[in-house]
């Protein structure tokens, strides 16, 4: 079992650019997460899938758009991206329905310049 | 919404001796109260976990508290060694029909030898 997997592992992006960063779950939970990492200001949330076809903002949504085409897949995509999304992105997953526990990918480390 | 604090930022400790990790919470409806310990290039991973209906809980050298008057909650490490130098964060969520839970800041610890 895999658990969660993340892609890319890193990526250099130039600015405007659009970038799609890929989460895969085989634990078959319902809830899935997206969250930047920066340096002093910890995990910060982005977006948020209760459920296949649900999708919700957190608290750092702007410039970001996310899909829950199924179970499995949670992509999170940077339409236009800008050199503030320099970050460490998590993917995460839950069983939901107040089992709270997340699960933790191994992150993507994107740069924009 | 939800407010984590969690001090301080960074902690060194010699090895063989206790670090303490204490977190602040605003949410009275708070009810699930993970840490989570990130080591370097990796993703966060649970390490324990503890729910409103108790006070302690305790895994081998790890044990947390909880004071749900005063609204905080505290990671004790015992005995500490080399590989507990890590960040870890403490985060509050809860049971309202999703998962979201609000992360600290984190808080980097160094193992002295």
């Known amino acids: 079992i895999a658990g969660i997997t993340q892609a890319p592992t890193s990526q250099i992006l130039a600015a405007g650019r659009r970038m799609t960063l890929r989460c895969t779950q085989d634990m078959r939970h319902n809830a899935m997460y997206w969250y930047r990492q920066d340096l002093g200001l910890g995990l910060r949330l982005i977006h948020y899938?209760?459920?296949?076809?649900?999708?919700g903002k957190g608290e750092v949504p702007d410039g970001y758009s996310v899909s829950r085409a199924n179970t499995d897949d949670f992509p999170l995509t940077l339409a236009s991206a800008v050199p503030s999304q320099t970050s460490v992105y998590f993917c995460?997953?839950?069983?939901?329905?107040?089992?709270?526990?997340?699960?933790f990918g191994p992150g993507t480390r994107l740069t924009v310049l | 919404g939800e407010n984590v604090e969690q001090h301080p930022s960074t902690l060194s400790v010699q090895e063989g001796d206790s670090a303490v990790i204490k977190c602040t919470y605003s949410d009275s409806a708070s009810n699930y109260f993970p840490w989570y310990k990130q080591e370097l290039g990796k993703g966060p991973q649970l390490i324990i976990d503890i729910r409103s209906n108790v006070g302690e809980k305790k895994d081998q050298r790890i044990a947390v508290t909880l004071n749900k008057t005063a609204k905080h909650f505290s990671l004790h490490i015992t005995e500490t060694q080399p590989e507990d130098s890590a960040v870890y964060f403490c985060?509050?969520?809860?049971?309202?029909?999703?998962?979201?839970?609000?992360f600290g800041k984190g808080t980097r610890l160094h193992i002295l030898p």
């Open positions: 985060a509050a969520s809860t049971s309202s029909g999703d998962d979201k839970i609000i």
């Open positions: 899938s209760n459920t296949a076809g649900t999708t």
């Open positions: 995460a997953s839950s069983e939901g329905a107040g089992s709270n526990t997340q699960y």
